[in-house]
């Protein structure tokens, strides 16, 4: 039972802590169906990995295992999580580093799982301890790395100069020391508390890495959707600070219902996507790729044009309503002000004045 317990842990937690991650994507531009598949690259990846470890020692390259844990491993690990990276970096439904995060995240937990599962088998005797203490320290220190890798190709996705090719390795040997500090730290023996704040340090960097990425998607979103694409000013405004989507939701799900709310939602997170897709067209060279971008804005144009018809006028002109935010209030208090300084009120006002002039201008007979 405690075996059981420890498989569990070992393989539900890492995989819970990846989709909560996800929360910090609020403009959902990375994809359900691509953290699946870096789960499953990132698993395969550890068993290339065992064949490449056992191939470096079995070759004589090392003097010992300890040294292929400590200097070799971490390397082939790094390279081999990234190869579906390097795939889907280069997709065009692929938008910025919030996705390179995630997905490296991904495949690092993916890695990290099989590994939880060859260590609670090696220490069966203690395996609740095992994989309590993987859970919250190596495994997010191979989510960590994959992640800054990641990242790193993320940042200069579609840029081939030189200073691409710089920011990429650099991203690798700072993915590849972060991972073989760790096993260093761990083959000396360090105590537990200091793996875990190691892991831990890790998360907080991809979680750091997310929040930046978000705000620079928010300027991206802001600049570049428009009155072509069907989006009002006020639109942009919300969709540009998309952490009030809740708020913008709350009148429409009392009015309309959950289904109406849902269907506004989705047209925010489409609208933020064709600002971020409009802004990704600026950075990619190639021709194809830029018609294939192109395409996906198109399809999100008409995807967004159908959903306004399903939420209907009524709907729409509550949520832009909504939308209009401390605008509308600016509006309410202007009539306020107006109304209080109408015809009767004391001391005369913008009406009284208005009657005033009126009634000295000469009657339209008296000039004929």
Avoid at 75 to 93: F, G, H, N, Q
Avoid at 229 to 249: A, C, G, M, P, Y
Avoid at 259 to 280: C, D
Avoid at 290 to 295: A, C, F, L, P, Y
Wanted: proline share 2%; aromatic share 10%; glycine share 8%.
């Amino acid at each position: 039972m405690v075996v059981m317990i420890a498989y569990g842990i070992a393989l539900i937690f890492p995989v819970v802590f990846l989709f909560a991650l996800r929360n910090f994507d609020l403009y959902q531009t990375g994809q359900y169906r691509f953290n699946i598949v870096t789960l499953a690259c990132g698993a395969i990846a550890y068993y290339m990995a065992v064949q490449v470890n056992e191939g470096v020692s079995q070759m004589g390259l090392v003097s010992s295992w300890d040294q292929v844990v400590r200097f070799t491993a971490p390397i082939a690990e790094e390279i081999l999580k990234s190869l579906i990276l390097i795939y889907l970096v280069t997709r065009a439904d692929f938008n910025y580093v919030v996705d390179g995060a995630l997905y490296g995240f991904g495949v690092g937990i993916g890695f990290a799982i099989i590994e939880n599962v060859q260590y609670i088998n090696q220490f069966a005797e203690k395996a609740l301890l095992v994989a309590v203490v993987r859970v919250l320290s190596t495994n997010l220190m191979h989510a960590t790395s994959s992640g800054l890798i990641g990242t790193a190709l993320a940042y200069r996705r579609g840029d081939s100069t030189w200073k691409a090719g710089v920011v990429i390795l650099v991203g690798y040997l700072f993915a590849i020391g972060v991972h073989m500090g760790f096993n260093n730290m761990v083959s000396s023996g360090v105590q537990l508390v200091f793996a875990i704040t190691f892991g831990l340090t890790g998360a907080a960097l991809i979680w750091f890495i997310i929040k930046r990425g978000l705000n620079v998607q928010k300027l991206w979103v802001a600049e570049k959707l428009g009155i072509a694409d069907r989006v009002t000013q006020e639109e942009t405004k919300v969709v540009s600070n998309i952490e009030t989507v809740n708020e913008v939701l709350t009148p429409v799900t009392k009015r309309f219902g959950p289904e109406k709310a849902s269907l506004v939602r989705s047209l925010i997170y489409k609208q933020a996507e064709i600002g971020i897709k409009r802004k990704l067209l600026e950075t990619v060279p190639s021709e194809n790729r830029k018609k294939e971008i192109v395409k996906i804005i198109d399809d999100l144009v008409t995807e967004t044009n159908v959903l306004r018809n399903q939420i209907g006028t009524y709907c729409m002109m509550m949520v832009r309503e909504v939308y209009l935010g401390q605008s509308g209030q600016v509006w309410n208090l202007l009539n306020a002000r107006i109304a209080s300084a109408g015809l009767g009120q004391k001391g005369g006002g913008l009406w009284d004045r208005v009657t005033e002039r009126v009634s000295q201008s000469p009657a339209r007979e008296d000039k004929s």
